[in-house]
C-alpha cells in the first residue's frame, strides 16, 4: 500500500522536530564548553596546573557529547535530505529549512549552533596563544638555566669591569 501525501508530510514534521529536539542540546554543550574554556584560561592564567588538569578532563567529556550529538545530527540530516531529495555529505540544516519551505526553526538553530561554535573557537585560540606564550618563557629559562651551568662566562663586576666568573650558577639569583 503506498504512502499517501499527507502522511508523507506527517513523517517529515516529526523527523524534522526530532532533528531539532537532537540538535537543540548542541548550543547548551557549546556554551558549556565555552564556560569550560573560559576557566581553563583563569587558570593557566594564575599557573594551576591541578585546576588545568580538572578542567581537560570536563572538557574532554564536553567534547565527546558534543562529537556524539553531532554525529546524531549529521546522520538525521542525511536521512532527511535524502527524504527530500537532497543530497551530500555536507548537507546542512539551512538547504534542509528551505526545502522545506522555511519558517521551520532550522536556520534559527543553526545561528545559534555557528555563533556557539565561534564563540568557544575564539576562546580556545586565545587559549593556546596564552599556552604557547607560558611554554616559550618557560623553556626560555630552562635554556637560561642550562647555558648558566656551562662553566666560566664572562659577566661585569659592581664597578663595571668585565671578568670571567667562576661560578657555574651565575645567572641565578643569591635570593633565590
Do not use: C, W
Not at 503506498?2 to 526530532?18: H, L, M, N, R
Not at 585546576?51 to 554525529?71: F, K, N, S, V
Amino acid at each position: 500500500m503506498a504512502t499517501s501525501q499527507p502522511d508523507v508530510a506527517q513523517i517529515i514534521k516529526t523527523e524534522v522536530g526530532k532533528l531539532i529536539e537532537l540538535a537543540t542540546p548542541m548550543v547548551a554543550l557549546y556554551r558549556t564548553l565555552s564556560r569550560l574554556l573560559e576557566q581553563e584560561r583563569e587558570a593557566l592564567n594564575q599557573r594551576n596546573p591541578d585546576r588545568l588538569e580538572e578542567l581537560a578532563t570536563h572538557i574532554g567529556h564536553t567534547l565527546e557529547e558534543i562529537h556524539a550529538h553531532d554525529q546524531l545530527r549529521q546522520k538525521m540530516t542525511r536521512q532527511l535530505g535524502a527524504r527530500l531529495g537532497l543530497a551530500g555529505e555536507r548537507l546542512n540544516l539551512k538547504p534542509l529549512d528551505e526545502a522545506l519551505g522555511g519558517n521551520t526553526g532550522l536556520v534559527t538553530l543553526r545561528g545559534q549552533l555557528t555563533e556557539e561554535i565561534a564563540k568557544a573557537d575564539r576562546i580556545n585560540r586565545h587559549n593556546q596563544a596564552a599556552f604557547t606564550g607560558v611554554l616559550s618563557a618557560t623553556e626560555s629559562m630552562l635554556r637560561a638555566l642550562k647555558e648558566s651551568t656551562q662553566g666560566p662566562v664572562a659577566s661585569y663586576n659592581r664597578k663595571g669591569n668585565r671578568h670571567a666568573s667562576a661560578s657555574r650558577f651565575h645567572l641565578i639569583s643569591k635570593q633565590l
